[in-house]
């Protein structure tokens, strides 16, 4: 039972132009949620947050939507630049209602930036 | 980067062994977790920590074992390695069990 899902593996993007990155989850108690990048050979490394109190949170180039009724957040990389090809994982916490700080993962979506 | 180091970095071992890996933080964090990668699956979580001795498992926690006798340390035993155990796998940690901060990852080869 996968509760966080990323249905595209991959994703290619010319440099400069908008890259958006797709997550969809199903357990409604969810109301935290993270997007991780990572390069090969390395850890994760967090890049940006929303809670579900918010629909949209922005961070420089960075910017994460949450569409709370569909149960689905996306990530917004504009303009995308060589640099940002890695793999990007969505995940999901249910913070309000529990105090485990259990985090739940997508499969990964592997941005390839083109320049 | 987050005081997080992980040991062995990389281990092959024989199918049947034990297996320890160690995770070590100098943060002082309460919450732990243990993940492991694999392609088509993501980060999967195997067991994490909310306090010393307090641990429960994740989504695939068959095969493993935790402990966590101190703030600074979660060691994450494979009992009996097999072949589908050959995974990186990753340590994180967490102040406040929202954000996550992982380590470098440990590369581990079942033969």
């Known amino acids: 039972d996968q509760q966080v899902k990323q249905n595209s593996p991959s994703l290619s993007v010319q440099e400069g132009r908008i890259s958006i990155l797709n997550c969809d989850y199903t357990?409604?108690?969810?109301?935290?949620f993270l997007w991780y990048k990572k390069y090969p050979a390395e850890g994760p490394t967090f890049l940006i947050s929303?809670?579900?109190?918010?629909d949209k949170n922005e961070d420089g180039r960075f910017t994460v939507f949450l569409n709370k009724s569909a149960k689905h957040l996306s990530l917004h990389i504009v303009p995308s630049q060589p640099g940002d090809s890695a793999v990007y994982f969505c995940a999901a916490s249910d913070i309000g209602s529990s105090n485990t700080g259990k985090l739940i993962f997508g499969q990964g979506t592997t941005l390839q930036v083109k320049p | 980067d987050a005081g997080i180091t992980q040991s062995p970095r990389h281990k092959v071992t024989e199918t049947g062994t034990p297996v320890t890996l160690r995770c070590h933080q100098t943060?002082?964090?309460?919450?732990m977790y243990w993940y492991r990668q694999d392609p088509g699956h993501g980060l999967r979580l195997i067991h994490y920590?909310?306090?010393?001795?307090?641990?429960d498992k994740g989504e695939v926690s068959d095969g493993y074992s935790v402990s966590r006798s101190k703030t600074e340390d979660f060691l994450l035993t494979l009992e009996s390695a097999t072949s589908s155990q050959t995974s990186v796998y990753f340590c994180?940690?967490?102040?406040?069990?929202?954000?996550?901060?992982f380590g470098e990852g440990s590369w581990l080869t079942v033969v």
């Open positions: 929303i809670s579900s109190i918010k």
């Open positions: 920590s909310y306090g010393v001795k307090d641990t």
């Open positions: 357990n409604s108690m969810f109301d935290y």
């Open positions: 943060e002082n964090h309460r919450y």
């Open positions: 994180a940690i967490s102040e406040r069990g929202n954000t996550i901060y």
